[in-house]
Every structure is written in structure tokens, then in C-alpha cells.
């Protein structure tokens, strides 16, 4: 869930979530991923922009990367969701689902099998469906209703749309005020963190470290024996 980037660059965060943060980091991270995302808040973070790109277009470039680098995730999928079944999810919970989402369900439906392979790889995290979505949308609610999770821990405005396998997830943040945001929920940590401004910067971001790394691993350039720790992210370092 990119918390090596809120380590580094979120000065709200207080000691403890930032530690919290970056423990999660080091646990749950992919192999390599650590130093891929360092290299590229490094490297690329500072000319990266989602602005003028539309998430479509950014979907059908998921599409063709899978295609041909990782083929087996994207036969894991399941059915796209077609409209009757997103009308029916908006009029039995009163959510008003955001155009990229819809979109993106409409492309693939979610992971059949969640844990086989990760659609994020630097988050750890699967695909929800929109079924599974809603169940586990369901399940913290009742969680933060009868006191199981602590007041401010989870909010019912928000809607989980990928999963670590350990009650961790992104969300979109349904909230009026805050509406399509996408944020952090962390079950140990609780509250909300916003992540990105909304879901086309988030596919975006990811793409653009999927390409990255691509690149990188052709240069072996992060595969080195060298620890990169992310504290000197700015200093000047050996390539």
C-alpha cells in the first residue's frame, strides 16, 4: 500500500503511525517491491502525473501489460459486472459507486481466487469483487456497531476494493466531502489515510511502477547486494 511513501512525506502522521506504517512495510512487502518503490519515489516520483489521463485508457493498458507479462492473473478474473448487478449493489446499500470504479469491474470482476496472485504486487493485495466488496464492507460495519473495533477505526462510507488477506485494504471513500478519494485501511491502525486523490491516480501510480520496474529489472539497477534504506531517499547515492 505504498506506506514507505506516507513514512517518508506525510508529516502529519505521529510517531506511532508512522512506525506502525513502516513495519507493515517491511512485513507484507513483495519480494523486491521494497527497493522497486524506493527506486521509484527516487527516480520518478518527483515528474510523475496522472493529470489528462483517462482511466479507461489506463485500464486497457493494465490489460495489455497482463496480457503479455503476467497471463495467468489475467485469466483469473472474474466475469465483468454489468450494470443490473451495480444497480442492484447501489439501490440494496444506498452507495453511489464512482464512474472508475464501475468501469473497472466492468473490465474484469475481480479475482477468483484472491491469494493466488496479487493485481498489486507492491501492496500485496487482490481484486476484490464486487460481491466479496460488499461482505466485507458488511463485516466491518457490524465490527465498528458492536464495538469489536475501536470509535473512528473504520467508517461505513467506505468501500474496500482490494485486500491483503490479513483484513488490510485500499478503499474509495464514498463520503460526500471527500467523495472517490482513495484511501488506506489498516486493521491495526484504524483511521482513515488518504492515499490518493482518486482512483485514476492510484491506477495510474501503479501502472507507471509496473512499467518501472520493468525497466529496472533490465538494468539490474535496485537488484544489487546495496541496501537502499528509504531515509536516504535525496542523498546522493551510488547508482
Known amino acids: 500500500m505504498n506506506c514507505i511513501q506516507y513514512y517518508l512525506n506525510d508529516t502529519k502522521l505521529d510517531t506511532e503511525l508512522r512506525e506502525a506504517l513502516l513495519n507493515r512495510c517491511i512485513r507484507r512487502r513483495a519480494p523486491y517491491a521494497d527497493k522497486v518503490e524506493v527506486w521509484w519515489l527516487k527516480e520518478r516520483k518527483g515528474t510523475f502525473s496522472y493529470e489528462n489521463r483517462d482511466f479507461n485508457d489506463l485500464v486497457k493498458q493494465m490489460s495489455s501489460y497482463l496480457a503479455v507479462f503476467r497471463p495467468q492473473l489475467l485469466e483469473g478474473f472474474n466475469e ?7 444497480d442492484r449493489f447501489e439501490r440494496e446499500t444506498g452507495l453511489i ?21 496479487y493485481f498489486d504486487p507492491f501492496g500485496v493485495e487482490a481484486l476484490m469483487s464486487l460481491q466479496h466488496a460488499r461482505e466485507e464492507r458488511e463485516y466491518l460495519n457490524e465490527l465498528i456497531e458492536d464495538g469489536s473495533l475501536p470509535e473512528g477505526h473504520w467508517d461505513h462510507s467506505w468501500l474496500p476494493f482490494t485486500e491483503d488477506g490479513l ?15 482513495v484511501l488506506i485501511f489498516d486493521l491495526e491502525i484504524g483511521g ?22 520493468d525497466e529496472i529489472f533490465l538494468e539490474s539497477k535496485c537488484f544489487s547486494t546495496e541496501v537502499v534504506h528509504p531515509e536516504t531517499i535525496g542523498r546522493d547515492q551510488p547508482k
Open 192 to 213: 482513515r489515510i488518504r492515499h490518493y486523490e482518486n482512483m485514476t491516480a492510484w491506477l495510474a501510480e501503479l501502472m507507471d511502477k509496473l512499467e518501472f520496474e
Open 97 to 117: 459507486l464512482p464512474r472508475e470504479y464501475k468501469s473497472l469491474l466492468g473490465w474484469r470482476g475481480g479475482q477468483i481466487d484472491h491469494f493466488e496472485d
Open 167 to 181: 483484513g488490510n485494504h485500499t478503499c474509495i471513500d464514498l463520503t460526500p466531502e471527500t467523495y472517490g478519494e
Open 80 to 86: 465483468p459486472v454489468g450494470q443490473v448487478e451495480f
